[in-house]
Each structure stands twice: as C-alpha cells, then as structure tokens.
C-alpha cells in the first residue's frame, strides 16, 4: 500500500505517539482492574 | 408508570425525533445524505461509534450479567482499543483516500465487483437480521416487565426511528447518537446513585463494594488461561480484538460512522477515542450491575424476575412445586440479610476472623440460594418448553420498575428506548447505503443524478425499517430459531473479516481466488454450525482463517494477479 504523510493529530505531535498513548492506557486499565480484583476479592 | 413517567418517556422521545428531523433537513446530494457531506467533527464521530454499538440489550442485559456472573464480561472488550489502532493505521486512511461510501465499495477497488457484491449482500442478510433482534429483543423485555403490548411497542420504537433516519440520513443519525448516548449513560448513573442510596444507612459504598467483592462479583480480571471459560484476559485479548476488527472494520453500520469524519484524523481521533472510553463505560454499567447485586442482598428480590413466566408458573400444575420453591428462596433471603448486614458490622469492626466466617456463610447460602433458582428456572422450563429460563436480562428493569421514584423510571425508560433507537438507526442507515451504492447504483441505476439517488436512499431506508419491524413482529413466533438469527452475525463475520484482512495486507490474492475462498470459508463455518458442537464464538475463527487459507491456496493455482494503481 502507498503510505501518504498524513497532518499530525491535534495532541500528542505524532499519530504514533497517540497509538502508544491508547495502548499504555489499555495496560493501565488491565493493572488497575487487577489491583481492583485483588483489593475486593 | 405514572403519569409524570409518561410524560418525561414520551417528551425525551419526540425531542430526540424532533432534533433529528430538525438536524437533517435539506439533504439534496448523496455525500449529504449518506456521509453528512464528510463535516463531521471527532467527538461526534466517537460518540456515534459508541452509541451505534451500545443498543439496549447493552444498558438491559450488562447489568443482569454482572448481577449473576460477577463483572468478568469486561475482558471482552480488552482487545477493542488494539482494534481501534490498527484500524486507525490501515483502514480510515485507505478508505478516506479512495472517498469510498461504504467499506464493500473498497472491496471493487483492490479485488472486483463479484467480491464487492458477495460481501455487500452478506452485510444485508446479518446486519438486515440483525437490525430487527435489535428492536425485538427490548421490546420483548420491556413489554414482559411492564406488561405492555409487545406489538405495538415494537412499532413505537420502529416508526419514531424510521421517521428521523428516512428524513435526515446519516447526519441526523450521528447528531441524534450524541443525545441518546449521553441519556442512556446519564440513565445508568442514575439507577446506580439510586441502587447505592436504597442500601441500608450503615452500608456506604465502599462497604457495598467489599460485601460484592466477597460474593464474587468484583472479579474484573481472570489471567487463568482456559478455552473453556468464556471471559478471562486472553480470551478477551485475542477474541475480543477478532471480534472488533471485524465489526468496526467490516461492518458497513460502523464504518459508515468514521466515514463522516471531515479528515483522515477526525476519524482517527473518533476511534482513538472510543478506544479510550469504551472499556470504563463497560465497566461502570457492569458495576451498575453488581451494585444492584448488593442492593438485593438486603431487599428480597423475586424468585425469577421474568414476571410472565412466573405468574403462568403460579397458574399451573406446577403451582405447588413454584410456591415450595418461593418459600425456600423467602427464607433463604431473610438468613442471606441478617449474614450481610454482620459482615458489613464485622468489615467496619476490623474483625477479620468473623469477617471470614460471615463470609463463608454469606456465600454458602448465596450457593443455596443459586440452586433454588435453577430449580424454578427448571419448573419454568418444564412447565412451557419454549420459555426463556434464564432470567438474567429481567434483573436490572425489575429493579428500575420497583425502586426508582417518580419521573426517574421515565427517565431510565426513555435511556433505553434511546439505545435501541440509535443502534436500530445506524443498521437502517447502512442498510439503506449498501442497498444503494453497492446493488442499486451498481448494477441496476447507473445513471441517475444525485438527488434521485437520494429519494432511492430515503425509499431504502424505509423499506428495511419496514422488513426490521415486521421481522421483529414475526419473532415472536420463531420460538427456538430466535437463537439462530441472533447468531447470524458469527455466520459470516469471520469471512467478512477474511475478505478485508486479505485485501489490506494480502497483495498478491486477486479477486477469483478470494471469491472462491470466501465460498470454502462460508462452507466450513456451515459444516461447524451444523455438523460439530463448535462454541458459535469459534465459527468467526474458522470462517476467518479457512478464508485467508484458501484464498492463498487457490491464488497459488490461478494466474498471478495484475496489481493496479486503484489496488494498491
């Protein structure tokens, strides 16, 4: 596929910084819900 | 309902109507009409994702599941937010570039035509079925909960989202999802401050969240892996990201949403955004749930919460049996209350050795308590072989029907009947675009102008909220073959996802041999369906994987495939 340079996104300077920002927010969540397990369980 | 509950049900609904006529009006063109002339901004792109995913079953049967199975159903949603940036990366810039109407146009573009059309008329058939479940399912609970007519709610819910979708296409739909989105939520927030501030006074919420936590509701994270358990962290990993790719990748009811994105990173940023958001909101409305939970720890809940099937129990052979049953469950409460109220006293005492005990009793009697239920859910089952024994969906509108006051169960209403009218709207919505732009401008119409396009789209979109409607008014008598429409969608998901994964990354198959392996992929998700006792889960893995195998297998025995400038 031809790759076009696309404008960066509003926040964050570059689209691959976003992604990794939404990727680290995943593995917060999982360690937060699993300190949430462990603290209720 | 009272007459205040009326009124504030009825208001939101006629406002909702109302807005959207009022937002789509002076729609001429196509692009208008079907992608809101791609203005739309990124909030109101994420929001339509959102609301187009979360229907009424989502804000109904969510909570009743952590009700009874505890809050594991989250980890199904653990691989979405990877979906989002994988598509993100792939198919919003591919798509926007090529200015495509629906996902099934790009199918013409990198294969050819037959592709485009099989794909395009598989959407029709799950998304066409799919549609109707979406409007029949919280018909058939709200009109069992409330005792109302289930035909003409049914109606109801069809022609007010017939009438704004037909008059403001895909702009009054995604300006209407925003609204009904924020309702629905701020419906739930509502049912969860009322089911905290009905506890007993010396119960807060910490102690409601403790109390679930020993009864084994707060089990948000499983990492066991096990095929057999349907919700733990990889199944949701893997699974869940199957599943995301396919339905926000494929499915021309979300990829119509991010197409009206005004630039490549307005769609981007909607995506992003749900990625972001949609894990906490499963999980709020799955504590929602387990809140109720505790909250009927300490008032008496009913024995089964579907009251149709209860009260045709009651009259029938079985009345004795039933009323043992209620008995059991009766007393078996008055012992769970007096066990949960020591353990909250004993949580607050720091009394760690009756906080065990308590528990162990606690659970004990929840365990009891579980085997009255099944048993009734038996007795029901005995007693009319076509019922639906499981009660979990009942849970949360039995609980919003008994203990909201006054105005709020209209409001709590009106946040459901939100949810199913913007999930219904976007099927119809894109129902209405594939019939047109990828069957009728296709192959029967070429050469129309635009604004006959339109009148075809608005006539489209009529004819499938009709189909919708009258499919949701038959299924009523499907009985047992409700199960296999509400599975259509695993029929052909996983070819469908087949078809898009070889097209994005796949550049040497052509459109023969991923036909043919589309065909060998539908016949080995039948052969599962019909021939093997396959979970219907796993039929998206065999139709995805069978498809991407056989369109290699068959490309290795046909002619190398020409790559064109549009295919790349």
């Not at chain 2, 009258?470 to 996802?497: D, E, P």
Request: aromatic share 12%; charged share 15%; proline share 3%.
């Amino acid at each position: 596929m031809i790759q076009q340079p696309s404008p960066p996104p509003p926040i964050g300077k570059t689209w691959r910084r976003l992604y990794t920002a939404v990727l680290l927010f995943l593995a917060f969540e999982v360690l937060i819900f699993h300190l949430f397990t462990r603290a209720f369980e | 309902m009272r007459t205040a509950d009326w009124v504030v049900l009825i208001g939101t609904l006629l406002s909702i109507v109302a807005y959207g006529v009022w937002k789509g009006r002076r729609q001429k063109r196509l692009e208008q009409y079907l992608l809101a002339d791609r203005q739309l901004q990124w909030y109101t792109v994420a929001l339509s994702v959102m609301a187009t995913q979360a229907s009424a079953i989502t804000f109904l049967s969510t909570p009743g599941q952590a009700y009874s199975d505890g809050m594991r159903f989250v980890q199904f949603y653990l691989g979405l937010p990877i979906a989002m940036v994988i598509l993100s990366v792939t198919a919003v810039p591919i798509y926007h570039r090529l200015k495509v109407f629906t996902a099934y146009e790009y199918l013409e573009h990198r294969f050819d035509v037959r592709t485009r059309t099989l794909t395009a008329l598989l959407f029709l058939i799950q998304r066409g079925l799919g549609t109707a479940m979406t409007l029949y399912a919280p018909a058939l609970i709200v009109s069992l909960v409330l005792g109302w007519n289930i035909h003409l709610t049914t109606l109801a819910i069809g022609a007010l989202v017939i009438v704004y979708t037909t008059s403001g296409g895909t702009k009054a739909v995604s300006w209407t999802h925003m609204h009904q989105l924020l309702i629905s939520l701020a419906g739930m927030g509502i049912a969860l401050i009322v089911a905290i501030r009905s506890l007993p006074p010396q119960v807060g919420l910490i102690d409601a969240v403790r109390v679930a936590g020993r009864m084994d509701r707060m089990n948000v994270i499983d990492f066991n892996f096990d095929l057999s358990t349907p919700y733990n962290f990889w199944s949701g990993l893997f699974g869940g990201l199957m599943v995301a790719l396919a339905y926000f990748g494929t499915d021309q009811s979300q990829v119509q949403r991010y197409l009206t994105g005004e630039t490549v990173a307005q769609s981007r940023l909607g995506l992003l955004f749900n990625g972001i958001v949609k894990v906490p909101m499963q999980f709020f409305i799955l504590f929602v749930g387990a809140m109720v939970f505790v909250f009927y720890q300490f008032v008496a809940p009913p024995l089964s919460f579907n009251p149709v099937q209860s009260a045709k129990v009651r009259s029938s052979a079985y009345a004795a049996e039933f009323q043992s049953l209620e008995q059991t469950h009766e007393s078996t409460f008055a012992a769970k209350r007096i066990a949960a109220t020591n353990l909250v006293a004993a949580m607050d005492a720091n009394d760690t050795e009756t906080v065990e005990r308590t528990t162990e009793r606690l659970q004990a009697l929840q365990a009891q308590d579980e085997e009255t239920r099944k048993a009734a859910s038996a007795l029901i089952r005995k007693n009319d072989p076509k019922a639906d024994a499981s009660d979990t969906d009942y849970v949360f509108l039995t609980f919003i029907i008994q203990n909201l006051p006054v105005g709020l169960v209209g409001v709590l209403l009106a946040s459901i009947f939100c949810a199913a009218m913007s999930a219904t709207a976007s099927g119809l919505n894109s129902l209405a675009s594939t019939s047109v732009v990828d069957i009728w401008k296709r192959h029967l119409s070429k050469e129309q102008s635009d604004h006959e396009y339109v009148v075809v789209s608005k006539w489209a979109t009529i004819f499938w909220g009709g189909f919708c409607v009258a499919f949701a008014l038959y299924a009523n008598q499907l009985g047992s073959l409700i199960v296999a429409v509400n599975r259509v969608g695993s029929f052909f998901y996983g070819t469908m996802l087949a078809i898009f994964l070889v097209a994005f990354y796949v550049k040497r198959v052509g459109g023969t041999a991923m036909l043919w392996g589309a065909l060998v992929a539908e016949l080995a998700v039948v052969y599962c369906a019909f021939y093997t006792d396959m979970a219907w889960l796993w039929w998206n893995v065999v139709g995805c994987g069978v498809g991407v195998g056989a369109a290699l297998l068959f490309q290795m025995v046909l002619p190398a495939r020409e790559i064109t400038a549009t295919s790349e």
